[in-house]
């Protein structure tokens, strides 16, 4: 996933080889998350391999539950649910909703070398913006085998070992999160990752 952390050139192979699926605890996974994060990780070592912690910050809404590890099945019990719905009004809540939050800002990233700032920067929108962002948090908290009853005290800390065997890649990411409320039911997160690749 190269282009999180840096701007892309003309020489860039954008045709090499990424993380298909991810090993963990022995079992498969090849959703969107087992693809972000050790192409976040790829780059890290690639690019910026003086890199020893990155934080990604964003604020959300609600709370986070295991619905959020299958977006798929909570979008098709909402639209079950609209299915007697009125569509003009269901148009006009959306419409409202939209006008008073706006649509979803960028994942905010800083790198550091040991305690020194190397690189502050938004991630691209269309790689993670803040609404996404959460969706990837807890697939992070269910691979380090954090209880969902924990997703949302205000610390949290894990270890996630990934295995991709294609490319013969284990990948280490110790994390630690905080969240802060913030005003109107928004929460705003920080995940710390100390990454490795063996």
Sequence with gaps: MPGLLRDLTDDDPLDAPRTQALLIGGE???????????????????????????????????????????PEK????????????????ALREALAELNLLGPPGPVQARLFRGKEEMLVRSLPLESVDTETFAYLLVWQFKWAGIPSA???????SGVVIGK?????????????????PLSEGLISRALSIVPSVE
């Design 164 to 180: 991709d065997p294609d490319r013969g890649r284990v990948y280490r990411m110790t994390f630690s999160l905080t969240g802060k």
């Design 74 to 89: 909570a979008l098709q019990r909402h639209l079950d649910a609209m299915e007697h719905a009125d569509t003009a009004d």
């Design 28 to 70: 498969p996974y090849a959703n969107a998350a087992a693809k972000f994060w050790p192409g976040l990780i790829d780059e890290l070592t690639e690019f910026f391999p003086a890199c020893t912690l990155i934080e990604l910050s964003a604020p959300s809404s609600g709370k986070l539950d295991t619905d959020m590890l299958f």
């Design 150 to 156: 924990r997703w949302n005290d205000t610390r949290l």
